[in-house]
C-alpha cells in the first residue's frame, strides 16, 4: 500500500483545485467549511503557486502579501473561471481589502463586458470576545448561510449541518492524532512533515483525509523518537517549508506553529448537541486562531501554554508582515519572564538559526 504520508503531502504541495460547478474557494480557516459543505458545495482553499502576477502587480500596492496577491492574480487570470464562487472571511485586513479589490474589478468588468470573475462573499465575522461581537457574529453567519444557499439554488437543512459537522469533526480528530505525533519529549513528526500533513486537510475532501491521516499516524507511530531541541514557530502564518526545513536542517525539531497552516489547524471539535448553525459559528468565534483575536490575554494563551513545552521559541516576521510585529515585544517579554530563550527571524538566515539551535544543543545539554 502506497504511503499516506507520501499522498498527504503531494496533496498539500499541488494545492490542486478540482474541476466542477460545486467547487467553492475559501481563502483562510476562518470561513466555516461545514456551511459551505451543508450546501452541497466543495470548499477548497486558495492558496496557489504563481511565479508572476501580472494582475496583482497592475491593480494591487506591494504591501500586500504574497499569497493574497497570488490569489487576486489566479481569480482574475481566468484560472479561477470554474469556481461558483469565493468566500472570504474579515479575519485580516488584507483579506477584507482582498475582497474589496476583487469586487471593484468585478463591477468594471461587468461594465466592460470583461472575463467572468467568481462571486466574492465576505464573511464579517468579528473575533473580539464581547457581547456584542458574538451578537454581530451570528447574525453574519445567518446572513451567510441566506447567501450560499443563493449561490447554491438550495436550502441547507438541519439536518445537512448535522451531517457536515460530524464529517468535519470525524476529520478534525485524526488530524489531532497526527499533531500529536509531534508532542512530548520524544517526538516523532518533523515540523517539516507536519506542515505539509496538516495542510493538506485545507485541499482536500474531509472523508478521503480522515482516511489518509489515520494511515500516516500509523506509520508514524512506528518511528524511533526525534532528537535535538523542539521549537515552537510564532509569526506570520507558515503556507511553505521553508522555515521549517531551515531550522531542522540544524538539528533541531519544530514541535509546533502558533498559526492556522500547522498544529492549530484542527482545533475542538464543533458540538453536535448544540443547534447545528450557532454550534459552527461558535467554533469559528471562539476556536480559530487568527490576528484579530482580542483581548491579547485570550490570543496569547495557546501561546504561552505551548511556549512552556518547547526548548525555545522562534518569531518569524518577514517584512510582509504589518501585524504580529505589534505583538511580538509583549510577547518577547512574557518570554523573558518566564526564560524561554527566543530567535527574531525576518527571513530563513541559516547562520542566525545554525547560532540558535547550537545555544540551545548548549543549554540542554
Known sequence: MASAIAALTRIYTERAVPAGTDVIGVTSNTVPWELLRAAGLRPVLLSPHRANT??????MEDV????????????????????CGVVIPRTSEQEHKLYLYLRE???????????????????????????EARVYGLERTRQLKTDIENLAGRAILDE???AAIGEGNDARGTLRDLMRCREGVAPRLRGTEALALAGAWYFTDRRAYAAMA??????????????????LVKGVPTDHTRLHEAVEREGAVIVAE???WGSRAAGLDIDARTEPLTAIFEKYFLDAPGPRVFPAAVADEW?????GEADGVIFYLPPEDDVI???????????????????????ESREAIGEFVAGLKDLHG
Not at 500586500?64 to 469556481?83: C, H, T, V
Not at 489515520?214 to 521549537?231: F, V, W
Not at 501561546?303 to 511556549?307: I, M, P, S, V
Not at 505589534?326 to 525576518?346: C, K, M, N, Q, V
Open 160 to 162: 445537512d449541518l448535522a
Open 64 to 83: 500586500f502579501a504574497a499569497r493574497m496577491r497570488a490569489i487576486f492574480d489566479y481569480l482574475l487570470s481566468g484560472d479561477g473561471a470554474g469556481l
Open 54 to 59: 501580472p494582475f496583482a502587480d497592475r491593480y
Open 214 to 231: 489515520t494511515r500516516a499516524a500509523c506509520e508514524i507511530e512506528m518511528r524511533e523518537p526525534l532528537k535535538g531541541p523542539r521549537i
Open 303 to 307: 501561546f504561552l501554554n505551548k511556549a
Open 105 to 131: 474589478v468585478a463591477r468594471e468588468a461587468a461594465r466592460q463586458g470583461g472575463e467572468r470573475i467568481p462571486p466574492a462573499l465576505l464573511y464579517n465575522l468579528p473575533h473580539t470576545r464581547s457581547h
Open 258 to 260: 502558533d498559526d492556522w
Open 325 to 347: 510585529g505589534w505583538d511580538y515585544p509583549r510577547l518577547r517579554a512574557e518570554l523573558d519572564g518566564r526564560g524561554i530563550p527566543h530567535l527574531l527571524l525576518r527571513d
